[in-house]
T-cell receptor, first 112, second 112 residues
Framework: ETGVTQTPRHLVMGMTNKKSLKCEQHLGHNAMYWYKQSAKKPLELMFV???????ENNSVPSRFSPECPNSSHLFLHLHTLQPEDSALYLC???????????FGPGTRLTVL | TQLLEQSPQFLSIQEGENLTVYCNSS?????LQWYRQEPGEGPVLLVT?????EVKKLKRLTFQFGDARKDSSLHITAAQPGDTGLYLC????????????FGGGTRVLVKP
């Protein structure tokens, strides 16, 4: 039990759809992260929010749009995705200035 | 070239055998974490090491951080089928702050 929840757990969408992934952390942390995990590739950091401000955008295409309305919630809005965007999307949280991150179970995204 | 190289990439052993997984880099890390990830789930933190030469034990798992803080190892004694999973190392550097860099992972299969 990690204290970080993600919904939905599975998502299938067409390239013209718009959908959102949700992450919620119950650990009292003040930094949140989105990662992408594709087959046979290391975890890729996408976005970092620290104290509700975006502090990192790792050259992620604009079809991915993050939102952090408060320190407990993080969203990833998706639109006009490509089949190569199919992956496991992981959310994590931590305390700012602390190294250890705690991960959610992920959303398995399939883009048709 | 990955900042963190894990070896081997895949390991298949029989229940009761021992195994060691390695995580190597040419960079010095402020801290290093080990995670285990099961299929369809997010990584679960096993341990964080911060001091060069540090050894931590978690039941049958022994983690070591190299003296120069450039490498780490995970040793499992008398492996059980429940140890099956993807083992990931991840580290932070002073320059990168809280940003975690992940290795490519070692997939471990323990057969009954």
């Amino acid at each position: 039990e990690t204290g970080v929840t993600q919904t939905p757990r599975h998502l299938v969408m067409g390239m013209t759809n718009k959908k959102s992934l949700k992450c919620e952390q119950h650990l009292g942390h003040n930094a949140m992260y989105w990662y992408k995990q594709s087959a046979k590739k290391p975890l890729e950091l996408m976005f970092v929010y620290s104290l509700e401000e975006r502090v990192e955008n790792n050259s992620v295409p604009s079809r991915f749009s993050p939102e952090c309305p408060n320190s407990s919630h993080l969203f990833l809005h998706l639109h006009t995705l490509q089949p190569e965007d199919s992956a496991l999307y992981l959310c994590a949280s931590s305390q700012v200035l602390q190294d250890t991150q705690y991960f959610g179970p992920g959303t398995r995204l399939t883009v048709l | 070239t990955q900042l963190l190289e894990q070896s081997p990439q895949f390991l298949s052993i029989q229940e009761g055998e021992n195994l060691t997984v390695y995580c190597n880099s040419s960079s010095v890390f402020s801290s290093l974490q080990w995670y285990r990830q099961e299929p369809g789930e997010g990584p679960v933190l096993l341990v964080t090491v911060v001091t060069g030469g540090e050894v931590k034990k978690l039941k049958r798992l022994t983690f070591q951080f190299g003296d120069a803080r450039k490498d780490s190892s995970l040793h499992i004694t008398a492996a059980q089928p429940g140890d099956t999973g993807l083992y990931l190392c991840a580290g932070t550097t002073e320059a990168a702050g809280n940003k975690l860099t992940f290795g490519g992972g070692t997939r471990v299969l323990v057969k009954p």
